[in-house]
């Protein structure tokens, strides 16, 4: 980090020593590198928060971008809508009780091929039997 050697900690070691003396110099030693282990430690805690931080930045990102999508996706829908019902009313998006007016459809249908054939040849008409 410092790109301080072996030798120049040895150095600043003696210096160290000749200032404070013999007595105290091991104190000193203890509180530094305590001191140091604390601005690790606490350095590594505002690591680990920024990482924890930067994850939900990411997650929320992507979460955003999925929104967007489909926000565009339904956008796309209503247009696609619009432009079927417009276009050929007949190819028209039919509601989700689509379904259950099938069989009034089918009903509706075995009705009008029942009336067909009377339409064609009425009852009351006669094919040349009269």
Do not use: Y
């Amino acid at each position: 980090m410092f790109d301080i050697g072996f030798w120049e900690l040895a150095v600043i070691g003696v210096i160290a020593l000749i200032v404070v003396g013999p007595e105290e110099f091991p104190t000193l030693v203890r509180s530094f590198t305590n001191g140091v282990a604390k601005i690790r430690q606490f350095l590594s805690a505002v690591k680990s928060d920024m990482d924890f931080e930067i994850d939900r930045v990411e997650e929320i990102k992507r979460l955003v971008e999925k929104e967007a999508k489909l926000a565009e996706m339904e956008e796309l829908v209503k247009d696609l809508g619009s432009s079927v019902s417009v276009d050929n009313p007949n190819l028209a998006v039919k509601p989700e009780s689509a379904p259950d007016s099938r069989g009034q459809n089918n009903e509706l249908e075995k009705q009008r091929s029942a009336e067909d054939p009377a339409k064609k040849h009425p009852a009351g008409s006669s094919n040349g039997a009269d």
